[in-house]
């Protein structure tokens, strides 16, 4: 990364601004597949936590508790690189 910061410095091609700079994150690779966007998932009000703990107690197949499980881990990334996307964005356009 330091590469490319020393670049903009020597010949000026574009601005370049840290706080403007998405970070890796599993979810960019964890969603594909499920259809939705992070929005969607960041935004969705369904309570997975419980969800789960009632499938556990209900004996629902492992694959129902797997997609539960997915879903619990990819409302907390969402969450996370929601907030930096909007950082970000809030860099870009200011």
Known sequence: M???FDAVGRNGWFALDASAMIHEN????KIKGTGKTIAEISLDQT???AMNAEAIESGAPEEQRAHIRQMVA???LAGRVTSELDAVFKA???
């Open 2 to 4: 330091q590469g490319v």
């Open 47 to 49: 309570d997975y936590l």
């Open 92 to 94: 870009v356009v200011h």
């Open 26 to 29: 599993p979810i960019f690779e």
């Open 74 to 76: 990819l409302k907390r």
